[in-house]
């Protein structure tokens, strides 16, 4: 079985603070889970596309049916590909943890528009386990767990957002 999130969101902000805050969204006091985050790519392309990859480390407490094999804490690498359109002003980001996939696998794309001055984005998460024995449970804790923490990356994304609004960095 694979478990699917698609949730939808809208901020307050144009697409140029949007994208700018979403490249420079760590550190942030509502992701504190995140140890690292290094750009390993960044390049304009043929149509005048911003692309980035980079790579982020973050850290979160397991749940308690799966400590004994993993422990109580799991740092996990993560890569993120993203390309803004600045002339569409359209933002998607694909994201996948690159270790532990045995455990858990979970992608989630992003896609960031404008609409009416304000910026729109449309999440699609997907959980897949190949862990014998406790595939479901996991599927369903990560996609819990997911749910509960993309308030805090929305509220991260919106503070960084309002600093650069509070800056008149535009």
Known sequence: MVLLLSNSYTYDHDFNTASLAYLNRYPNPYAKHVLSSDTLECYIDDQGNLRT???????GRLPGFIKPFLGDRLNSCIIEKLIINPNKKTMVCY??????RKFIKIEE???????????????????????IGFKQKIEEWSHSKFLQNMKNSR???GYVMNQFKDKSYQ
């Open 109 to 131: 794309l992003l896609n960031y528009s404008t609409i009416k001055g304000s910026t729109f984005v449309d999440s699609n998460v997907k959980f897949s386990s190949n862990f």
């Open 53 to 59: 990859t980079r790579f982020v480390i973050k850290t």
């Open 155 to 157: 509220q991260g994304l």
């Open 95 to 100: 994201s996948a943890n690159i270790d532990h």
